[in-house]
């Protein structure tokens, strides 16, 4: 079934630095979207990205999709506590069903 | 808030028991979804109704029964679960699926414990 699958599972960074995931997924998709989750929360949707686009940003987040890999990538510049988080892509195969894959856990070292 | 709201926020049950989970989205949507986080597990799309119809079902066991009475609400009835269903179950919403763009707006979940 297609599904994203994040890289690294589980990233622990300085407070400051950029932190990157990457995801890969198995099928052509319509979009691609990251989507953020504090412990025992709800998702959040942060960003889609269309399969027609290369790279997008929004605040300190920056997406990029790169459909002939069939990977995408997320980078949060200048870290902060906050962003302490489990982030999931999670792809749309025009088929109306949003699939997620397994996440990366992120930790934000003060 | 997302504008999903989900009762209870957590619920512990024995196998015979039966129970029922609420969701309910205030942001005028058109379709609601289930899903399952089990640990180290990506998110399983359980349900999908779109329009109060169910358009998707994600070969979930009928121990779990969905029920969408309208666009705003949307139920999960539970009966004879076991200890693997253990879980936190999401409830979504999505405007108008089928456009192309369709983002996810999640209830903060019910963290499911079967013993």
């Known amino acids: 079934s297609q599904q994203g699958e994040e890289d690294p599972q589980a990233l622990s960074i300085q407070e400051g630095e950029n932190a990157t995931m990457n995801c890969s997924y198995k099928?052509?998709?319509?979009?691609l979207q990251w989507y953020r989750q504090n412990s025992g929360r709800g998702l959040v949707h942060l960003i889609l990205?269309?399969?027609?686009?290369r790279e997008k940003h929004s605040g300190r987040l920056r997406v990029t999709l790169d459909t002939s890999k069939k990977s995408s990538s997320l980078l949060i510049t200048a870290s902060r506590a906050a962003d302490t988080a489990s982030y999931f892509c999670?792809?749309?195969?025009?088929?109306?069903?949003?699939?997620f894959g397994k996440g990366t856990r992120l930790h934000i070292l003060p | 808030e997302t504008g999903v709201t989900q009762t209870p926020r957590h619920l512990v049950m024995g196998m015979t028991n039966k129970k029922s989970l609420k969701c309910e989205q205030h942001?005028?949507?058109?379709?609601m979804y289930w899903y399952k986080q089990s640990a180290k597990k990506p998110l399983e799309l359980m349900f999908v109704?779109?329009?109060?119809?169910?358009?998707e079902n994600n070969s979930v066991p009928s121990r779990f029964s969905p029920e969408c009475p309208n666009s705003s609400h949307l139920f999960l009835h539970l009966h004879t679960l076991q200890p693997e269903d253990s879980a936190l179950y999401l409830c979504?919403?999505?405007?108008?699926?089928?456009?192309?763009?369709?983002?996810?707006?999640f209830g903060s979940g019910t963290q499911l414990s079967v013993l």
């Open positions: 979504a919403s999505s405007q108008d699926p089928g456009q192309g763009e369709e983002k996810l707006f």
């Open positions: 999670a792809t749309d195969a025009w088929d109306d069903k949003i699939i």
């Open positions: 990205i269309r399969s027609n686009e």
């Open positions: 109704y779109n329009f109060k119809e169910q358009t």
């Open positions: 942001l005028g949507h058109n379709a």
């Open positions: 099928t052509s998709i319509n979009n």
